[in-house]
């Protein structure tokens, strides 16, 4: 269809969305997108947490999450909250629980919001195995969850307290798995199951978050839920996250691929940038992403209709100044001087396939006069939404700061993130929390030292059994927490090494990947 009488492109508003009050916060409605970090402190130190919970607060956070493993953590929310209160710090409270819904409901007394995983709020833990449902045994399965979830939300409508439905893709129940597979499908209806009875139950004040580790299925799965909610009239509130991001640039370029692309759609009503570092580091990064897609403009609707409609070269797809590709008449170039550079190089894009366009299409994204920092998420964000859109073949990054490597290394740590072309080792990380059962920053940095070297794995490092082996789901190998100072080691979901010291962890790690041929010399 020639949509060329469209351009340059029209924006268009954030996807509509219910409001949601959150300790006084409003998330949703027309509202401006909520930024949040999550502590890692034990939920038992009162004064840690607190000091911590100060430190996100003053960096710019609204909203902060803290973990409830039990009862006891759970209740001392309440004494975080007061010592909060008389340090005169008015932030809204969520806490996390999983596994354990007598923490949900004692939480719900005390914070503003309540995060649930579907995955084993109710369901028992995931076992990986296949179970067998008549349809007749799956609605009574449905009816079981809804036993033990309207309760809970009655106590939270009780109580003036929100609910967040937190999907992670690897974290599904068995029986979910066993009907849909670990899929983008899965974990849009693992949330459906519970809005579904929580709709039933005319309780509104509820907000989802759907998470990956891959960007992929993030933005895939995100896009999918909306148009299941759509179709059912469903408008709740969105929080945005790559979970288990990592730190460093590959945290930054993840997340900002990942929630860029999908603020871009008009998607998204809060978000966290998740990353193995101390919390309130996250905060500036989501900010200067949240307010550099902001200003770059939405993607019209119609730019769907332009998906897998790039052309197939037979090559790896294209990072310009690392493959010292020589850009002739061979290559369509879409680029832009317009401060608006993103929206108008999709303009160009749109207007060259509007146009039948067929050969290879190379963004060239400018970025003179910001600095490194800012280059290197606002081009993880703009060359993400091209990338995951299927709408461009290479990217080209351009810079008055950066050198050629180091644009060299930028682009293909931006390919890497939109799982268009892997060129190094990619780990996957949690942020860190109260779970955690070692320090993990400084483990990420020693896996990372020895390991980075093995081109095309894929490596997790997990402080808990929560995250790990289900959250690292994309992993070829992985590092989990086991108990205080232990540590598993698994292959995939397989665990092949069980509680040991996570002083010998690495070196058996090590003659692992020896022992299945997966071990390069550096």
């Known amino acids: 269809m020639d949509r060329s009488n469209q351009l340059p492109i029209d924006r268009y508003s954030r996807r509509f969305s219910w409001p949601v009050s959150v300790g006084g916060v409003s998330i949703g409605g027309d509202s401006p997108v909520k930024v949040q970090s999550m502590t890692s402190t034990s939920t038992m130190d009162t004064d840690g947490s607190v000091a911590q919970i100060e430190r996100i607060v003053n960096a710019g956070g609204d909203i902060v999450r803290l973990t409830a493993q039990g009862v006891r953590e759970a209740a001392n929310l309440a004494q975080i909250k007061a010592e909060l209160k008389f340090h005169g710090v008015d932030v809204p409270l969520v806490a996390d629980i999983h596994f354990n819904p007598k923490a949900a409901f004692e939480a719900a007394l005390h914070v503003d919001k309540v995060r649930i995983n579907p995955g084993n709020f109710v369901d ?17 399965e449905q009816q079981r969850i809804a036993r033990t979830l309207v309760p809970f939300l009655e106590l939270c409508r009780e109580n003036q307290t929100a609910v967040r439905v937190g999907v992670n893709h690897g974290s599904l129940s068995d029986r979910i798995m066993s009907r849909y597979g670990d899929t983008p499908a899965g974990m849009v209806e693992s949330a459906m199951e519970y809005l579904r009875i929580a709709l039933d139950n005319n309780f509104k004040d509820i907000v989802i978050s759907i998470k990956a580790s891959n960007t992929v299925v993030m933005v895939e799965t995100v896009r999918l839920l909306v148009k299941a909610m759509d179709a059912e009239k469903m408008h709740f509130p969105l929080h945005l996250g790559v979970t288990e991001a990592g730190d460093g640039d590959d945290g930054r370029i993840k997340s900002a691929v990942g929630i860029g692309s999908l603020l871009a759609d008009g998607i998204g009503d809060t978000i966290r ?14 900010q200067s992403l949240l307010k550099h897609v902001t200003e770059a403009g939405f993607l019209p609707d119609y730019l769907r209709e332009l998906v897998d409609q ?22 369509f170039v ?20 509007a146009n039948n366009e067929r050969r290879p299409i190379i963004a060239r994204l400018v970025y003179n006069g910001c600095s490194v920092d800012d280059v290197k998420l606002f081009a993880a964000s703009d060359a ?10 290479g990217i080209w990054i351009e810079s008055d700061l950066l050198s050629c490597s180091q644009l060299r290394q930028l682009e293909l740590d931006v390919l890497q993130a939109a799982r268009c072309r892997f060129s190094k080792t990619e780990f996957i990380s949690c942020p860190s929390c109260g779970r955690t059962l070692f320090d993990l920053q400084s483990t990420v940095k020693e896996v990372k030292a020895s390991l980075s070297h093995l081109k095309g794995l894929k490596i997790a490092v997990m402080g808990c059994i929560v995250n790990g082996p289900g959250e690292m789901a994309d992993a070829d190998y992985g590092y989990v927490g ?13 665990c092949v090494v069980k509680n040991i010291e996570r002083t010998e962890a690495l070196g058996q790690m090590i003659e692992l990947l020896k022992r299945d041929g997966k071990w390069q010399d550096a």
């Open 124 to 140: 028992p833990g995931r076992t990986f195995k296949r179970l067998e449902y008549t349809d007749e045994e799956y609605a009574a």
């Open 273 to 286: 940038v998740s990353l193995s570092e101390e919390p309130e580091c996250e905060i500036p990064v989501a």
């Open 310 to 331: 790039r052309t197939n070269i037979d090559e790896a797809i294209i990072a310009v100044t690392a493959d010292g590709v020589s850009i002739d008449e061979s290559y």
């Open 334 to 353: 879409a680029q832009s001087n317009d401060i608006n550079q993103i929206g108008s190089i999709v303009a160009v894009i749109a207007e060259a396939r």
């Open 384 to 393: 993400g939404r091209l990338l995951l859109n299927n709408l461009v073949d």
């Open 482 to 494: 086991a108990a205080a100072g232990k540590v598993s080691l698994y292959r995939g979901k397989e």
